[in-house]
DNA sequence: CTGAAAGCGCTTACAG
DNA sequence: CTGAAAGCGCTTACAG
């Protein structure tokens, strides 16, 4: 006489599983699942099937193990974000562009910062894929090669926000930095300026690379001497390094306008300019770059150029989708255009 | 004749998997995964063997699922995080905190925005809850209950920030909401100010009723009468929103100061002041909450109260450990205390 | 010290 | 239309 497999019909460990489901309704566990996910098999189930497992996977409670069905389909659902400085306001609006593309599909993002100097940083990329995430986004403007290649390496579809490496099957999508950049010197140079000062970026960055580069090129382009153009570059996109970069400039230049390559840097100059009584922009005119929020209010108000953020996340999402689907052209490069932003901290000199 | 096994010695489809490494080091599965996974078993393994199996890990890029390890094991080393206003930029700090001590341990962050008002909120959580995440950390002043209750179904260990809920086993980390409005009230009522406004956050978010429930109660007991201390509601922790109430406050009402439930709120006010010709401090004082970044250098510079949203990230992760080991004690609240920063938007009366 | 087996909870061809 | 089997890639008692 068979021992009757009682054990069967009673979850076990508080774990509501499909083969509880199943047992309930009475139905094997792959008809269960056939219900339940959204397969192609769903349409051919007969309704008083479907409500049997419905309503016992109701009466049980259950839930299903998604990496389970993960492991079984290949496919997590999962993307990453890679950012170095979620610190810096702009960041945020693009997480949460990316975000409201993919939550909608079934995507979670998972949110990952990456100091691009440290010496861990290939094995930390290595341990996120490891979880089979389905795409990534590079967030940051500091995402070295070897990065790249370790997503490479997974084959797992890759975008990289603000900078433009070209590879095969790398999308890419950033802002035209070269334009933000011209926008801010005509409006410096038809204000009558001469003397104009850079302060860059960290060169580590990709935006600060492009930055500079644009204002070395511009100036040159516009009949400036070098002498006249001097360049300071700041450690980071922070006030602090952009006060300290403005006190080195004005150690040895005396420019009527500085270009700054980040909102912060300028803030950093206005500081200096406060301390040492030089009147912005009556003496010193200066801008800033992104149009970080509320710099309307501040005294003086920056001009700057604005960036759109959150188009750059939407673009960017969306160009992981295509690479996901394999659908689309796989390289895509979306470049988005900066607006100019006139506001008091720039004048006739 | 038994045919050679002999599609086991290639990795199949491209992915090198456990059984390849075997293969290849001419070990089984099972001490593969004693030698590469950190188990209690690993010491026991001599050094030769470990040597080859490392061996032919490498040379055959081996990295593991590691969605197939929580599988086996119920462990996914992933924390959920949800956010309601990724855009308020002291969310931010939190997050950062929060990976910083959570990253280090191997744990990686969902991050998951939520309408607390959305019909699907409580689906929305437990998709999440589906992949078997180890904690969960609310980081939203805005939890409804439903979303505790989603988590306590799950009995996933919970952290919830910004919120004071009595639940067994729930952590919670604060501000010092009431510390806070009590350091700015006192510090009008010092400058003499007898007409003191409120302009509460939305009621829908724990910060708003609790920093609205002290202002009543502040000023009811330092002497005020309701007709002196006027309040008017915020639809959201925005500029906007802190202009729209301004406008409607200053229909009816006449104060000499403005306590602000938050700094954005507070940044509103001044839009209204400088259309309106109001001047201030001099005719009206205003007050802000949390201390976002650069409130310094705005026209005039704000007299608010600092939150240390570093510390609340900080100390939500290690709650969540605690909770996740199940070692320390639940239910643990830590409160933070916030700080009065004195600058220039207020003055005596 | 190492191997063989079972199983985590799903899904998916494949039969019937 | 439904079931039985195999398997995704790991880990973990359990033998030997």
Redesign the interface.
Known sequence: MPIPDAAEQFPRKGRVTLRDVAALSGVHASTVSKVLSASSETGRIPPVTVDRVLDAARTL?Y??????A??RTSR?F?VGIIVTD??N?T???A??AI??VL?PL?F??????VEPGSPSLVE?V???????LDGMILASSATPDIVLDACA??SVPTVLMFGLERRPGLSAVIHDERSGVALLADHLLSLGHRRIAHIAGPQALSTGRSRHAAFLEIMASAGLRQEETPVEIAAAYT?EAGRAACVRLLGSHRPTAILAAHDLLA?GC?DVFRECGVACPAEISVTGFDDI??MD???PSLTTVRLDFEGLGNHAAHLLLNAIDGAASEGDVAILQPRLMVRGSTSAI
Chains 1, 2 share one sequence.
């Open positions: 409670g839930r299903p193990n998604l990496l389970a993960s492991l997590s999962a979620i610190s306001p960041i945020p609006m997480l949460l975000e409201k939550a079934g979670i993002s998972v949110l990952a910062h930390d290595n341990r996120l894929l490891d979880r089979q390496r997974a006030r803030l206005l929020p509320n209010l501040i005294n």
